[in-house]
Nanobody, 127 residues
Framework: QAQVVESGGGLVQPGGSLRLSCTASVLTLREYGVGWFRQAPGKKREMVSCISLEGLGTYYADSVKGRFTITRDNAKNTVYLQMNSLEPEDTAVYYC????????????????????WGQGTQVTVSS
């Protein structure tokens, strides 16, 4: 059973928006770095975005800068990925992953080794 679960994927037209959610039943996500990854058919998995302790650091891949936003809602134990201005090239299975933060002063979510992975949610951008 996955300890991290993604939801919110679907089919949208180019220029549309989706909000993905990452939740956990066992992990307290405010203590973890959380990353969003995606894998398109025939391509390697890539990091799209990640967040360290809230307010201390975020990362966005060049391909999504200005279009995607990662946020936390600790009361709901949830991390979101708001995706705007979606393009067909964004079509992929999107995965959420978590990594325990031991030192928030030095932690960089873009360099982390993620231990807990979800099963993925499909995002399709097409007319």
């Amino acid at each position: 059973q996955a300890q991290v679960v993604e939801s919110g994927g679907g089919l949208v037209q180019p220029g549309g928006s989706l909000r993905l959610s990452c939740t956990a039943s066992v992990l307290t996500l405010r203590e973890y770095g959380v990353g969003w990854f995606r894998q398109a058919p025939g391509k390697k998995r890539e990091m799209v975005s990640c967040i360290s302790l809230e307010g201390l650091g975020t990362y966005y891949a060049d391909s999504v800068k200005g279009r995607f936003t990662i946020t936390r809602d600790n009361a709901k134990n949830t991390v979101y990925l708001q995706m705007n201005s979606l393009e067909p090239e964004d079509t992929a299975v999107y995965y959420c992953a978590a990594d325990l933060i031991y030192n928030s002063m030095t932690y960089r979510c873009s360099s982390a080794e993620y231990d807990y992975w979800g099963q993925g949610t499909q995002v399709t951008v097409s007319s």
